[in-house]
Each structure stands twice: as C-alpha cells, then as structure tokens.
C-alpha cells in the first residue's frame, strides 16, 4: 500500500464509514483544502460524491480523494456529470458568474458552500468571524483563549484547514471558524450561535460586479438565522457597520465594541489606557499596554476576543493572560530582524488598502513602503495623509504599478519599480538608513507575480535573511 503522509487519511482507513447512508449525488466544485474537506466529509456521510475542478488538483489532494475511492477530474468540468447533481458545493474561489455555475443554477440545482455543508452534521457552538480586516488574526486570538480555558475546541475555516475535513475527523464542542465573504454568498440555513463582525471596507469588488452595497450584504450574512439567545459582536467605530444596523432588524444579543465611545455593554477603551469588558453586570479591565498585539487594529481585535472568552464564562485571569502572551499571526506585520539598523516588518497579508492604513498608521520611524500586485479597484486617497507623514520612499512590487505611482508621485519623491522580491528588499535596504523600517505592507492581491501572500512573503523574508 502505498504511504501518504496525511495523519487525516490514516484516520480514515481505519476508522471506514460507519455514519447512516445518505441518500442523494454531490458534486464537489474546485479540489482544493475546502472542497477536498468537503468531498471527504460528504463520502464519510454516505453520499455518492464526484469532485470536479476546471484547473490543476495538486498531488497532495489527489491521493486523498483516491484513498476515500472519491472520483475526481481535473482541467474541466464535464456538463453531464455535474449537472446530474442533486447538490453542489462550490469552492470560495470560484466565482458565481462561471457557466457551469449558471446552467446549474438555470436547473435548479441547488449551490452551496462548505461551510452550509458542514454546519448541517455539528451540534456544536460555533463562533464566526468575519471582515474586512484581522478575521485571521482575531479567529486564532479567540481559538487561543478558548484552548487555554480547556473547552474541546477546532479552529477551521478560512484559516487552516477546511471546516468539513475538521469535522470528517470527529466533532467538538466548540468550532472557530474563520469566514470570508465567498463562503458567506452561498450559505443559507447555517446559524452562528456567536457572529462577529470586525469591520467592512471595500475588497474584492471585482467579485461584486463593482457594487460595494453587495459586498456588504454578503458580510451581513454572519448573522442570518440568529435567534435571541444568539449572539452578534461587532465594531461600533466602523460607520458601514453602523449605518446598517440602523436599517435591519437583528435578533441576536448584540455586544458592540469601540476606542470612540464609553458603551453600556460589550467593549469600551476608557481613559486611553484600558480596556472595560461588560457582558453582563459584571466587568473588568485590562490594560492596553499588557496586550501582546499593538496598533489600534490590533485592540479592536483583542476586544472582540474578550467579549466572546466572556460569553463562555472563560475566567477573567486567563482571558487577560491569553490577550498577553498570543502571537501574532505569521504574514501579519510579522518582525523579520534588523539588518544594520533597519527593522523589517512583512505585512504580506495585508491584500486591501485599509488593512495597509492599518499597519502604516501603527509605524512611528520612517517607512520605505513596499506595495503593489494585482489591483482590487484600489481607491489609495485615504492612504495619502498617512504616506506624506510617514513613508520616504516607495517601493513598487507588481507588474502594473500605474495607479499606485499616480496616487503617491506629489507626496514622495523617490518611488522605483521592481518586479520580484529580491530586488524590492534589495532597493528597500539602499534607501533606509539605522532606525528606519521597510514595511511591506501591499495594499493588493499577490497572484500577479506569487501563488498567494504566502508565497510573497516568504520570498520576500528570504530576501530579507539573504542581505
């Protein structure tokens, strides 16, 4: 036989399918880790799967879909197999306007993602995060407290692994789920019994046909089929949010957070140096300085991990503990070293501008700027105050660096262009001088010179360990 090194597939050799046979046919859209998860999640519950990607299944899936005897096919969808499905999960990747995708649709076969899917065999209490910005980050702060307090707990989603292949492996009581908006646009019946919102600006609108109003919706989704005993966290400081929640009606408990205003409940900054947790009639406080994650990005997040610790009755000592000693997740303005005298930071994670604003907002030494890729519709003016008073030069990491020149020529002197990771830490390092620090903060996609930020900023902390 042959060995994979899969610890998920040995599991599933000798644990076989013991779960009731379901009745119906799914085809699984896409074979990567959400719908590899999906398809071996629907094959453990009995269903008649078939999984099917219009490019490129990478080895490691395809021996996981042969080991669970999961047909598959790659570099097409065959019309007469997926449109005899009696279901379909897409991949979040996949956008809804693809043909097979609408012929589906034209037969009424209904669309799901796998988030949808995987929901419907848990009974288990499941916190999900979504937003714009520092879902990744808050989804890990919030399974870090959780873990610590000793609740059976699995962090899944859009971080790690897929919900599903969680899930396939064996149930918890607890599930942190990180959601993005692709996965939100086809869930429908799924409930969150704790949703939190962090903040809405605009990204990918190109899968939005350019409507931010759509985008928004699909935000709001995270609270869909909330009942009174639900609950929904969000940020009172983010006007989209805000104004919302002045036009729909939400039956969940709502527990707001904000740095701007002292709350009645949820989490408040007061006196600029702590923060008052208040779920109920009690609270307590922690002080800004003890977090472990500094910047004001990094606050709002941290207040939306504490109220959630609160709502499972998580001790206050562990919650401050947890606040204080996480780490930060890799990607996400992520210290490299210094090389003679200049701090580099890879933010390669930031894909949007607010994300960008945030990390740029939270530098105090001069910045040479490391941005560019693919462009979402950037609109770069709120950029444009913080780069005038911080960045002295800008390095452009893309193939076309048109608009981001456009936005920044009046307010920076030197901006050059390169075309691959060396040669942007290279001309980074030639500008900075001791107690600066080069930030690569991109503001947009990686995909057009990367796989993913993964890739961006792994090459570019090689760049960097190779000065």
């Given at each position: 036989?042959?060995?994979?090194?899969?610890?998920?597939?040995?599991?599933?050799?000798?644990?076989?399918?013991?779960?009731?046979?379901?009745t119906?046919?799914?085809?699984?859209?896409?074979?990567?880790?959400?719908?590899?998860?999906?398809?071996?999640?629907?094959?453990?519950?009995?269903?008649?799967?078939?999984?099917?990607?219009a490019?490129?299944?990478?080895?490691?899936?395809?021996?996981?879909?042969?080991?669970?005897?999961i047909?598959?096919?790659?570099s097409k969808?065959?019309?007469?197999?997926?449109?005899?499905?009696?279901?379909?999960?897409?991949s979040?990747?996949?956008?809804?306007?693809?043909?097979i995708?609408?012929s589906?649709?034209?037969?009424?076969?209904?669309v799901?993602?796998?988030?949808?899917?995987a929901?419907?065999?848990?009974?288990a209490?499941?916190?999900?995060?979504?937003?714009?910005?520092?879902?990744?980050?808050?989804?890990?702060?919030?399974?870090?407290?959780?873990?610590?307090?000793?609740?059976?707990?699995?962090?899944?989603?859009?971080?790690?692994?897929?919900?599903a292949?969680?899930?396939?492996?064996?149930?918890?009581?607890y599930?942190?789920?990180?959601?993005?908006?692709?996965q939100?646009?086809?869930?429908?019946k799924?409930?969150?019994?704790?949703?939190?919102?962090?903040?809405?600006?605009?990204?990918?609108?190109?899968?939005y046909?350019?409507?931010?109003e759509?985008?928004?919706?699909?935000?709001?989704?995270?609270?869909?089929n909330q009942?009174?005993?639900?609950?929904?966290?969000?940020?009172?400081?983010?006007?989209?949010?805000t104004?919302?929640?002045?036009?729909?009606?939400?039956n969940?408990?709502?527990?707001?957070?904000s740095?701007?205003?002292?709350?009645?409940?949820?989490?408040?900054?007061?006196?600029?140096?702590?923060?008052?947790f208040?779920?109920?009639?009690?609270?307590?406080h922690?002080?800004?300085?003890?977090?472990s994650?500094?910047?004001?990005?990094n606050?709002?997040?941290?207040?939306?991990?504490?109220?959630t610790?609160?709502?499972?009755?998580?001790?206050?000592?562990i919650?401050?503990?947890?606040?204080?000693?996480?780490?930060?997740?890799?990607?996400?303005?992520?210290?490299?070293?210094?090389?003679?005298?200049i701090?580099?930071?890879?933010?390669?994670?930031?894909?949007?501008?607010?994300?960008?604003?945030f990390?740029?907002?939270?530098?105090?030494?001069?910045?040479?700027?490391i941005?560019?890729?693919?462009d979402?519709?950037?609109d770069?003016?709120?950029?444009?105050?913080?780069?005038?008073?911080?960045?002295?030069a800008?390095?452009?990491?893309?193939?076309?660096?048109?608009?981001?020149?456009?936005?920044?020529?009046?307010?920076?002197s030197?901006?050059?262009?390169?075309?691959?990771a060396?040669?942007?830490?290279?001309?980074?390092?030639h500008?900075?001088?001791?107690?600066d620090?080069?930030?690569?903060s991109?503001?947009c996609?990686?995909f057009?010179?990367?796989?993913?930020?993964?890739?961006?900023?792994?090459?570019f902390?090689?760049?960097?360990y190779d000065?």
């Amino acid at each position: 036989m042959r060995k994979n090194k899969g610890v998920r597939i040995f599991i599933a050799r000798y644990q076989g399918h013991k779960q009731m046979k379901n009745t119906g046919n799914i085809v699984v859209l896409g074979g990567g880790e959400s719908g590899t998860g999906a398809a071996v999640l629907a094959k453990k519950k009995g269903y008649e799967v078939f999984v099917s990607d219009a490019g490129k299944i990478t080895e490691k899936y395809k021996n996981v879909l042969s080991n669970y005897c999961i047909n598959w096919e790659e570099s097409k969808h065959s019309r007469n197999i997926v449109l005899a499905a009696d279901e379909i999960i897409k991949s979040p990747g996949i956008p809804e306007n693809v043909e097979i995708i609408k012929s589906a649709k034209k037969k009424n076969i209904p669309v799901i993602s796998e988030i949808e899917f995987a929901g419907r065999f848990t009974s288990a209490k499941k916190v999900c995060i979504t937003g714009s910005n520092g879902k990744t980050t808050t989804a890990k702060m919030i399974f870090h407290v959780l873990k610590k307090a000793g609740l059976d707990v699995c962090i899944a989603g859009n971080v790690g692994e897929s919900f599903a292949w969680k899930l396939a492996e064996r149930d918890y009581e607890y599930f942190v789920l990180e959601i993005r908006s692709f996965q939100l646009d086809n869930m429908y019946k799924f409930k969150a019994e704790v949703a939190v919102l962090l903040n809405i600006t605009p990204d990918h609108l190109d899968r939005y046909n350019n409507d931010f109003e759509k985008y928004c919706n699909s935000k709001f989704k995270i609270i869909q089929n909330q009942k009174a005993i639900d609950y929904f966290i969000y940020n009172a400081d983010d006007p989209v949010i805000t104004e919302r929640l002045k036009k729909i009606k939400t039956n969940s408990l709502c527990l707001p957070f904000s740095q701007k205003i002292l709350l009645d409940k949820g989490a408040s900054v007061v006196n600029k140096n702590k923060i008052r947790f208040k779920t109920n009639i009690e609270e307590f406080h922690m002080n800004l300085a003890d977090l472990s994650l500094k910047g004001r990005h990094n606050t709002y997040n941290s207040m939306a991990s504490g109220i959630t610790a609160r709502l499972f009755d998580i001790r206050k000592v562990i919650i401050k503990e947890s606040l204080s000693n996480f780490q930060n997740v890799e990607h996400r303005l992520e210290s490299i070293g210094v090389v003679r005298g200049i701090e580099f930071f890879n933010d390669s994670k930031a894909t949007n501008v607010n994300s960008t604003w945030f990390a740029l907002e939270s530098m105090t030494k001069p910045v040479i700027w490391i941005v560019g890729g693919m462009d979402k519709g950037n609109d770069y003016s709120e950029l444009q105050e913080l780069v005038k008073q911080k960045v002295k030069a800008i390095i452009c990491l893309g193939k076309d660096n048109r608009q981001i020149i456009k936005a920044f020529k009046e307010e920076v002197s030197s901006i050059v262009e390169t075309y691959n990771a060396g040669d942007a830490v290279y001309s980074a390092y030639h500008f900075g001088a001791p107690g600066d620090v080069v930030l690569l903060s991109p503001a947009c996609a990686s995909f057009d010179l990367f796989e993913n930020y993964e890739d961006r900023g792994n090459q570019f902390k090689q760049a960097v360990y190779d000065l």
